[in-house]
T-cell receptor, first 112, second 115 residues
Framework: LAKTTQPISMDSYEGQEVNITCSHN???????ITWYQQFPSQGPRFIIQ???TKVTNEVASLFIPADRKSSTLSLPRVSLSDTAVYYC?????????????FGKGTRLSVIA | GAGVSQSPSNKVTEKGKDVELRCDPI?????LYWYRQSLGQGLEFLIY????????KSGLPSDRFSAERTGGSVSTLTIQRTQQEDSAVYLC?????????????FGPGTRLTVL
């Protein structure tokens, strides 16, 4: 069962790059790594997903080292609206275990 | 509708009563998921459906919890004899297919308060 560990909270100033690292030492071969963003009183929203190496979209980049035991979500030049909780999700469905495990998330506070 | 909808948005009930929470997934999405989020906590996975089938119920917190999905669409999460520790936001999500690399689209949640 892939358990994830993230920092509880992070602070950043506007315009800075923010890197949030998630540890998942027990990741399985068929597990994907997915990051979600959640604003207060809303459901989580998909940000990015990867399996290995680097993935980039219009919102963020995801860096995954070769051993896949961790991943880093990179948010370029954050703004106040990026203040949210960020969840790292590791799992694979039909794996025979509880398939999807969200951690407690990282609460990012962006300061002007 | 354009997204996942859930009803009611808020539910206040007395300890011991039964409650039903409803989820309408995005049309055409075959996979549906239920999560629970307690105040200040992360998401706790409860159960998923592929079509109308839920192959793994081990994530449900107790036998007071049950879920069903009919017609491959609407799903209902039922909590019997509610307890105060059941108070949480219950989130539903759907994805096009039951594949880990499919994005899950979340609804706004149902906030359940058990007095």
């Amino acid at each position: 069962l892939a358990k994830t560990t993230q920092p509880i909270s992070m602070d950043s100033y506007e315009g800075q790059e923010v890197n949030i690292t998630c540890s998942h030492n027990n990741i399985a071969t068929n597990d994907y790594i997915t990051w979600y963003q959640q604003f207060p009183s809303q459901g989580p929203r998909f940000i990015i997903q990867g399996y290995k190496t680097k993935v980039t979209n219009e919102v963020a980049s995801l860096f995954i080292p070769a051993d896949r035991k961790s991943s880093t979500l990179s948010l370029p030049r954050v703004s106040l609206s990026d203040t949210a909780v960020y969840y790292c999700l590791v799992g694979a469905l039909n794996s025979g275990n509880t398939p999807l495990v969200f951690g407690k998330g990282t609460r990012l506070s962006v300061i002007a | 509708g354009a997204g996942v909808s859930q009803s009611p948005s808020n539910k206040v009930t007395e300890k011991g009563k039964d409650v039903e929470l409803r989820c309408d997934p995005i049309s055409g999405h075959t996979a549906l998921y239920w999560y629970r989020q307690s105040l200040g906590q992360g998401l706790e996975f409860l159960i998923y459906f592929q079509g109308n089938s839920a192959p793994d119920k081990s994530g449900l917190p107790s036998d007071r919890f049950s879920a069903e999905r009919t017609g491959g669409s609407v799903s209902t999460l039922t909590i019997q004899r509610t307890q105060q520790e059941d108070s949480a936001v219950y989130l539903c999500a759907s994805s096009l297919q039951l594949l880990t690399d499919n994005e899950q689209f979340f609804g706004p949640g149902t906030r359940l308060t058990v007095l």
